[in-house]
């Protein structure tokens, strides 16, 4: 069971076809464009609404529950208080039902949670966090609630700070990393890109199936090999804007890159780490990424262009 958004539309079909079309509930605050998710069994369900949350865990007898809703970054600055409510009441909601009905959670948390004070560098999984953003603030204290649930409750809660994910089947909304995602649309349709983040700022990022594989990777592997759970720093590539262009440029050479810096997702962007050292994802539960700049670039636009033009 999970709510949608970026990684449930995608997480839901593969969830599918590993444990069974009839063993994965989803779930959304309204039905689903996704064609794949639509197929299967699904409840709409408010995160807000607790008593919901239960009976559909009850009626379906579900034992995992993966807590996607979010709201982003930059949305989050914008209604800091909404923010509040989905980001960490929601999970709070998610985790007493777990609580009584003995479910294990997916806790999705966020490069976010690190901020202006942290290493910048080869960011540590234990170091400084003290974000600056509304969002950083509810994903921290999210990694605090789902580890005091797991050392009070024995409640299974485990969880990724996922990076900007890239997908070129859905698209991220409200988040400070989502240029890495509308650069590809522009390139191909336009042939030109206005970033709103300057030439410089480096952020970690990931390629969709590689957050699939993470999650779901994370979620099987036996606790007794877990010394973190709330949440593990994962990585895969790290870039700017620049860089990107550069890639893009070796299979569409005319492509121009010109700039209209957004001073609110600038400022987040230059409180987050420039790469982060992942070596315990690595050693405790054997993570290990697909894709790097190259390869994902190369897939994304061979999967884009049959998208936008067959
Ligand atoms: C955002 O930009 O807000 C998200 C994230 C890094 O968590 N993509």
């Known amino acids: 069971m999970g ?59 579900i034992g995992l529950i993966y807590n996607l809703p979010a709201i982003l970054s930059a949305t989050a600055e914008k209604y800091p208080q909404r923010a509040f409510e989905i980001n960490l009441l929601g999970l709070y909601n998610t985790l007493e039902v777990a609580r009584e009905y003995k479910c294990a959670v997916f806790n999705p948390s966020t490069i976010g949670v690190f901020g202006d004070t942290t290493p910048k560098k080869n960011t540590p ?35 990724v700070r996922f990076p900007g994910i890239i997908s070129s089947d859905t698209l991220p909304g409200g988040g400070t990393t989502d240029y890495a995602v509308e650069i590809f649309y522009k390139a191909l349709k336009k042939k030109k890109y206005t ?28 606790s007794a090999h877990l010394k973190h759970r709330n949440a593990f720093n994962v990585a895969s590539m790290c870039f700017d804007v620049e860089e990107l262009a550069a890639e893009i440029r070796k299979h569409i050479p005319e492509f121009i890159l010109s700039y209209k810096i957004d001073p609110v997702r600038q400022k987040i962007a230059d409180s987050w780490p420039d790469g982060l050292d992942d070596s315990e994802a690595r050693d405790q539960w054997n993570w290990e990424p697909s894709y790097n700049l190259e390869s994902m670039t190369a897939d994304m636009l061979s999967k884009l262009k049959s998208k936008l033009w067959h």
């Open 125 to 159: 999984q234990d170091t400084i966090m003290r974000p600056s953003t509304m969002y950083g603030v509810t994903k921290v204290s999210g990694e605090l609630l789902g580890d005091y649930y797991y050392s009070r409750y024995n409640v299974d809660v485990r969880g």
């Open 3 to 61: 709510a949608l958004g970026q990684i449930g539309s995608e997480l839901t079909p593969k969830l599918r076809s590993i444990y069974g079309e009839d063993n994965v509930i989803a779930s959304d605050i309204r039905t689903p464009n996704y064609s794949r998710t639509n197929e299967g069994r699904f409840e709409i369900h408010d995160c807000m609404d607790i008593k919901k949350t239960a009976s559909i865990v009850k009626k379906h007898k």
């Open 195 to 222: 970033s709103y983040l300057k030439a410089g700022t480096y952020l970690d990022m990931m390629y969709m199936p590689d957050a699939i594989k993470a999650t779901i990777n994370l979620m099987e592997i036996e």
